[in-house]
């Protein structure tokens, strides 16, 4: 059964940054692209960023285009999600996703869409103050 289990969640100012952490545990990580989702108060679950198997390519929300980068680490079965400039609208509830895709290409992104993740993360939450 595979887990996930974030980190590295917190308070702080705008303008700030933060390092969070995604741990896998329970098949063959390299199966798996990799996604971190974010829900706002009052708001639908949405996309932030993906990530291939391979770890070469990435993919971003417009909202965090070059103000977040993610990165995996197939050997510790790690994903990071740094994340600076932050700003109050970046607040909620953020969530790893893992996708299983044994068959597909190893440097395909990570897909948009909720439903094309088969395991999620509890959530850790992030505020931003203003």
């Known amino acids: 059964q595979v887990q996930l289990e974030e980190s590295g969640g917190g308070l702080v100012q705008a303008g700030g940054s933060l390092r969070l952490s995604c741990t896998f545990s329970g098949d063959t990580f390299t199966s798996f692209r990799m996604g971190w989702f974010r829900q706002a108060p009052g708001k639908q679950r949405q996309f932030i960023a993906g990530i291939s198997k391979s770890g070469l390519n990435r993919n971003y929300a417009d909202s965090v285009e070059g103000r977040f980068a993610l990165s995996r680490d197939n050997a510790k079965k790690t994903v990071v999600l740094q994340m600076n400039v932050l700003t109050p609208e970046d607040t909620g509830v953020y969530y790893c996703?893992?996708?299983?895709?044994?068959?597909?290409?190893?440097?395909?992104?990570?897909?948009?869409?909720?439903?094309?993740?088969?395991?999620w993360g509890q959530g850790t939450q992030v505020t931003v103050s203003s």
């Open positions: 996703a893992a996708d299983f895709d044994p068959l597909g290409s190893r440097d395909n992104v990570g897909r948009t869409t909720e439903s094309s993740y088969d395991y």
